[in-house]
């Protein structure tokens, strides 16, 4: 119930394209969800975060969907460029006083967008 | 700029030879977080630190160690190092554990630990 579940494990796009990536989760308690990009040899940087009381939450060009009843939640990059060519990381936790904010992570999606 | 250092970059110990990684930050952040990631995988979480109180997850062995001695510091012990704990390892900080607009983590580069 802990876990979250990140699809595809790895994705190409043209350059422009919007690569989709998606995540599930079961834990009804789960109330903050960021997305990490990660690039080969650094630390994961926070993207964008959601939480469950909107359905969508725009930056730039990286768009979270969520979908409460479902459950779900995805990332849309649009008009992408090669340097997103990246990792990212999808995440859970729960906020309330008596946590300890611990994220749990998603497998991972390798984008790669060429030129 | 404000940021998570970590030192350094790069490690090479020998099998069975204690090694220690270290974080700072300048961020004045309360919760200090060690993970481990291995090649294409998540980032696990080790244990972390709140102010002093020292919070470990059920599954870390107990071959690894931390000290906080204060804000800004936090070090990872690794007492025998195995073939098996080659990794990355990746400092993060938070200002809390909770609130939603307070737990966001911020990520140091990472040690890259080679165990020969």
């Known amino acids: 119930q802990q876990q979250v579940k990140q699809s595809p494990q790895s994705l190409i796009v043209q350059k422009g394209g919007i690569p989709i990536i998606n995540c599930a989760y079961e834990?009804?308690?789960?109330?903050?969800f960021p997305w990490y990009q990660q690039f080969p040899g650094k630390g994961p940087a926070l993207l964008i975060a959601?939480?469950?009381?909107?359905s969508e939450k725009k930056e730039g060009r990286f768009t979270i969907s969520f979908n409460k009843s479902a459950k779900q939640f995805s990332l849309h990059i649009m008009d992408s460029q090669p340097g997103d060519s990246a990792t990212y990381f999808c995440?859970?936790?729960?906020?309330?006083?008596?946590?300890?904010?611990?994220?749990?992570f998603g497998q991972g999606t390798t984008l790669q967008v060429k030129p | 700029d404000a940021m998570v250092i970590q030192n350094p970059r790069y490690q090479v110990t020998q099998f069975g030879k204690p090694v220690t990684l270290s974080c700072s930050q300048t961020?004045?952040?309360?919760?200090m977080y060690w993970y481990q990631q291995k090649s294409s995988q998540a980032p696990k979480l080790l244990f972390h630190?709140?102010?002093?109180?020292?919070?470990n997850e059920a599954d870390t062995p107990d071959n690894f160690q931390s000290r906080r001695p204060n804000t800004s510091f936090c070090f990872l012990d690794i007492r025998s190092p195995g073939l098996g704990d080659a990794a990355m390892y990746l400092c993060?900080?938070?200002?809390?554990?909770?609130?939603?607009?307070?737990?966001?983590?911020?990520f140091g580069p990472g040690t890259r630990l080679t165990v020969l």
């Open positions: 961020l004045n952040h309360n919760v």
């Open positions: 995440a859970a936790s729960i906020s309330g006083s008596s946590n300890t904010g611990k994220l749990i």
């Open positions: 993060a900080t938070s200002r809390a554990r909770t609130g939603w607009d307070y737990n966001e983590q911020f």
């Open positions: 630190y709140y102010d002093k109180d020292f919070n």
């Open positions: 959601i939480r469950p009381d909107v």
């Open positions: 834990n009804t308690a789960f109330d903050y």
